[in-house]
């Protein structure tokens, strides 16, 4: 939607002359003018396109205009509908009160001043056609970072591959190459003995490194055998490497999910305990996965650490310290249809994903 764009004005009185002189004073704003003739046409109307604008007479019969608004925002696409009223008889300041403690956002007596009622009712068309280009934009945007994960997740795959396949590869080569000089070792002078067993040793910790950097780019057990097995796999590297004692509890059964749901909780687990390790001075993590009665996988990561501040539990971007990683696990888990819920205090943090586990069960498995 974009700023030439019509929406749609609904006018509800019961006199079809009304409607008439309102529709001669808001055609000049060249938007698409509706006509209901009673209340419940006016409901039919709603439910069948997208307002921007009710404007409605508050005297009706069978239901009035106050009975009309309370009905239109118990709807939950109608939460933010602007409702203006247009009285000849209910001009009290209850009146007025109850129009208001029903949503509305102006109240008009008559006789109706046309510069003022096309005044305020563009503004309102107005708000409402930029909120409906802002919702569109965080779409795109919510679309662009989705794409980007999996981008992401791409490339590390790839990088994963190639340091295992032809870095790893050199690695293995030179390291046999030097088993062949360690065996002429002896032949050699102390000092040059020495360096190559200092090679050896630096070609074995080269190796160790790069399998690692692998492993943490893009598990193979992941692949292989799948998520549960490649996130104890995970957690027990992560224990021996930061000396924080990690429980996994698992949920038997679970079996395959779709790669993209496997990939997206295993970097979930994988953000949480870096932070862990990085913010939370924690000696402990307890990472638990399983299924909840409502048909949810339900993935859980807490320590007993210091606490996460208020500010970046309840940001919407990314901030300083834990802020990048909670928002990519937030994308991460609104792709798939999840909620993910942070519980904090000065005894340390929780965070629970629960995704729904339905629709991504890989077949056959």
């Known amino acids: 939607m974009n700023e030439r764009e019509v929406v749609n004005i609904l006018m509800v ?3 079809p002359g009304k409607l008439l002189s309102y529709e001669a004073i808001l055609g000049q704003l060249g938007q698409n003018l509706i006509k209901a003739h009673s209340a419940r046409e006016a409901l039919d109307i709603l439910l069948k396109n997208e307002i921007a604008v009710v404007l409605m007479d508050v005297s009706m019969p069978e239901l009035d205009g106050f009975e009309l608004a309370d009905m239109i925002r118990q709807h939950p696409r109608f939460q933010e509908t602007a409702i203006i009223f247009i009285s000849a008889v209910h001009l009290s300041d209850v009146d007025r009160m109850n129009a208001y403690q029903r949503g509305a956002v102006d109240y008009i007596s008559v006789p109706v001043v046309p510069e003022l009622l096309r005044a305020k009712v563009s503004v309102f068309a107005d708000l409402h ?18 794409r980007l994960i999996v981008t992401q997740d791409e490339e590390r795959r790839r990088i994963a591959r190639d340091l295992h396949d032809s870095a790893g590869q050199v690695v293995a080569a030179l390291s046999m190459n030097n088993g062949l000089i360690l065996a002429e070792v002896e032949k050699l002078k102390p000092g ?9 040793e630096l070609v074995q910790q080269l190796s160790r490194e790069i399998r690692t950097i692998s492993h943490l780019l893009h598990p193979p057990l992941l692949d292989e055998v799948g998520l549960l097995p490649a996130i104890k796999s995970f957690a027990e590297g992560f224990a021996q ?11 038997p059964g679970i079996g395959r999910l779709a790669p993209h749901m496997e990939i997206s909780i295993f970097r979930i687990v994988q953000e949480c305990l870096t932070n862990i390790y990085r913010h939370s001075g924690s000696e402990t993590a307890i990472i638990k996965i399983g299924t909840s009665q409502d048909n949810l996988l339900t993935v859980q990561v807490r320590d007993e650490g210091k606490g996460m501040p208020a500010e970046i539990r309840h940001s919407a971007s990314p901030t300083k310290g834990h802020g990048m990683g909670l928002s990519g696990m937030r994308e991460r888990v609104r792709e798939l249809g999840g909620k993910l819920e942070v519980q904090s205090n000065g005894k340390g943090t929780t965070i629970i994903a629960a995704l729904p586990l339905a629709a991504f069960v890989q077949v056959g498995a």
């Open 129 to 146: 056609r930029k909120t409906r280009q802002m919702e569109m934009l965080n779409r795109e945007l919510r679309t662009l970072s989705a």
């Open 13 to 15: 009185d019961d006199q």
């Open 241 to 251: 490497r930061s000396s924080i004692r990690v429980t996994v509890e698992l949920e």
């Open 192 to 200: 040059t003995a020495q360096a190559v067993r200092q090679n050896i």
